[in-house]
């Protein structure tokens, strides 16, 4: 079983910062690539940043030059640094991680969601 934990959602004003978290633990033998996902109300769900196992990522037009997604492979986190935030960046933003488990296993696991909100 493997679980994702994300962290660090809020409410911050246009201009302003948050810092997202996603913790895997469970049982994995590795973690090829993550990434981060969002979806606003009414709107598909989107890839919003995704980084390799190596740290070669990946941005959607509409973040590039304000977001940054690293990792920490000794503590299986991704995170994503969110600055220079507007009011379209509002959405639920999900975690994914393809995870390899001690099963022999490959799947995409996903997190439970985290709201941002960006208003004045």
């Known amino acids: 079983q493997v679980q994702l934990v994300e962290s660090g959602g809020g409410l911050v004003q246009p201009g302003g910062s948050l810092r997202l978290s996603c913790a895997a633990s469970?049982?994995?033998?590795?973690?090829?690539?993550m990434g981060w996902y969002r979806q606003a109300p009414g709107k598909e769900r989107e890839l919003v940043a995704a980084?390799?196992?190596?740290?070669?990522?990946n941005y959607a037009d509409s973040v590039k030059g304000r977001f940054t997604i690293s990792r920490d492979n000794a503590k299986n986190t991704v995170y994503l640094q969110m600055n220079s935030l507007k009011p379209e960046d509002t959405a639920v933003y999900y975690c994914?991680?393809?995870?390899?488990?001690?099963?022999?296993?490959?799947?995409?696991?996903w997190g439970q969601g985290t709201q941002v909100t960006v208003s004045s």
């Open positions: 994914n991680a393809d995870v390899m488990d001690y099963f022999v296993r490959r799947k995409d696991y």
């Open positions: 469970g049982s994995i033998f590795s973690i090829n690539d």
């Open positions: 980084i390799t196992s190596g740290g070669r990522t």
